[in-house]
Nanobody, 119 residues
Framework: QVQVVESGGGLVQPGGSLRLSCAASGSGFSISFMGWYRHAPGKQREFVAGVPSGGSAHYSDSAKGRFTISRDNAKNTAYLQMNGLEPDDTAVYYC?????????????WGQGTQVTVSS
């Protein structure tokens, strides 16, 4: 089992910044992928950003140029730096971790952290 915990959400004014963190904990696992999704009221959950182990980060069109995902592999932690936030960025942000033990691979999700962009 892997526990995934997000933090860093909150209320920010338009144009502001937030940094989300995602920490994965457990034992004996390796991480294949870490990423962020978001779910806004009345909308479907959508991909925001992700980075595979040993690979390059990729972003949704809405996140490109404003958000940056990074990883600290030693800490099994991912970060999402969000700049130039807009009201449309308001959503619950979820971290996903794809962890594997040998050939067995599983997808884990955190409980989500609320991001509200409003004046």
């Amino acid at each position: 089992q892997v526990q995934v915990v997000e933090s860093g959400g909150g209320l920010v004014q338009p144009g502001g910044s937030l940094r989300l963190s995602c920490a994965a904990s457990g034992s004996g696992f390796s991480i294949s992928f870490m990423g962020w999704y978001r779910h806004a009221p009345g909308k479907q959950r959508e991909f925001v950003a992700g980075v595979p182990s040993g690979g390059s980060a990729h972003y949704s069109d809405s996140a490109k140029g404003r958000f940056t995902i990074s990883r600290d592999n030693a800490k099994n932690t991912a970060y999402l730096q969000m700049n130039g936030l807009e009201p449309d960025d308001t959503a619950v942000y979820y971290c996903t971790v794809v962890a594997h033990w040998g050939k067995e691979e599983y997808d884990y999700w955190g409980q989500g952290t609320q991001v509200t962009v409003s004046s």
